[in-house]
Antibody, heavy 116, light 109 residues
Framework: EEQLVESGGGLVQPGGSLRLSCSGAGFIFRSYELGWVRQAPGKGLEWLSY????????YYADSLKGRITVSRDNANHALFLQMNSLRDDDTAIYYCVLVRHAFDIWGRGTMVTVSS | DIQMTQSPSTLSASVGDRVTITCRATQNIGGWLAWYQHKPGKVPKLLIYKASILQSGIPSRFSGSGSGTEFTLTISSLQPDDFASYYCQHFNTYSPGFTFGPGTKVVVK
C-alpha cells in the first residue's frame, strides 16, 4: 500500500526558513511524480509545487515562486520542500501528494506555524 | 493563469437529496479536471479525474461531467458520510496546471 509521511513542521518565526520532508513507501518511488499542497486554517486547498520522477521538471504556484524549492532524493525515497522568508499566512498544514491520475495519494500532513 | 471558481460556496442539503456542484475555469481546460472530498481532520480524497472518471473505490453515487470551462460534480443520493467540502482542481501535467477551486461545503439542511 502506498504511503506518504511528512515531517519537519513546527513553529518558525516570520522571516525564517523551514525544510519539510516526505517519506514514501509501498511504491516505486522514482517512477512517480509528487507534489505539495497546503491548507491554511479555515481556508481551502492550495497547490504549491510539482516534481517529476527524475526531479528535473518542477513547477511552482505563482504565489510562492521564489520562496520555495522542491527536490527529491530517489535513492532514499524522500521528497523535500524548502521554504524561505516565511510569513504569518504560510501557517498551514502541508501535505505531500503522489500523482497518478491526479493527486491520488495524500500524506497526513505536517503543521507549520509561523509566529513570533 | 487559469483560475477556478465553484458554486455554491455552501450547499445545504438533506440525506437522500441529489446534489450538484459547479466548477468553472477561466480558460478552456478540456477534460483536465479532478474532484476531491475533504473532511475536517481527514486527508483529502480523490473522487473523480479527467472530469468524469470515477476513482477506484469511490461509490457510484458520485459522478462528474463537463468539458472546456464548465464542470459539475453530482451526488445522486446524499449519504450521511458525504457531508464534507468538495474541491475541483485543474489537473494537467502536460500543459502544467494544478489550481484548486475555492471549495464547496455541503452541510446539513
Amino acid at each position: 500500500e502506498e504511503q506518504l509521511v511528512e515531517s519537519g513542521g513546527g513553529l518558525v518565526q516570520p522571516g525564517g526558513s523551514l525544510r519539510l520532508s516526505c517519506s514514501g513507501a509501498g511504491f516505486i518511488f522514482r517512477s512517480y511524480e509528487l507534489g505539495w499542497v497546503r491548507q491554511a486554517p479555515g481556508k481551502g486547498l492550495e497547490w504549491l509545487s510539482y516534481i517529476n520522477g527524475g526531479g528535473d521538471t518542477v513547477y511552482y504556484a505563482d504565489s510562492l515562486k521564489g520562496r520555495i524549492t522542491v527536490s527529491r532524493d530517489n535513492a532514499n525515497h524522500a521528497l523535500f520542500l524548502q521554504m524561505n522568508s516565511l510569513r504569518d499566512d504560510d501557517t498551514a498544514i502541508y501535505y505531500c501528494v503522489l500523482v497518478r491520475h491526479a493527486f491520488d495519494i495524500w500524506g497526513r500532513g505536517t503543521m507549520v506555524t509561523v509566529s513570533s | 493563469d487559469i483560475q477556478m471558481t465553484q458554486s455554491p460556496s455552501t450547499l445545504s442539503a438533506s440525506v437522500g437529496d441529489r446534489v450538484t456542484i459547479t466548477c468553472r475555469a477561466t480558460q478552456n481546460i478540456g477534460g483536465w479536471l479532478a474532484w476531491y472530498q475533504h473532511k475536517p481532520g481527514k486527508v483529502p480524497k480523490l473522487l473523480i479525474y479527467k472530469a468524469s472518471i470515477l476513482q477506484s473505490g469511490i461509490p457510484s453515487r458520485f459522478s462528474g461531467s463537463g468539458s472546456g470551462t464548465e464542470f459539475t460534480l453530482t451526488i445522486s443520493s446524499l449519504q450521511p458520510d458525504d457531508f464534507a467540502s468538495y474541491y475541483c482542481q485543474h489537473f494537467n501535467t502536460y500543459s502544467p496546471g494544478f489550481t484548486f477551486g475555492p471549495g464547496t461545503k455541503v452541510v446539513v439542511k
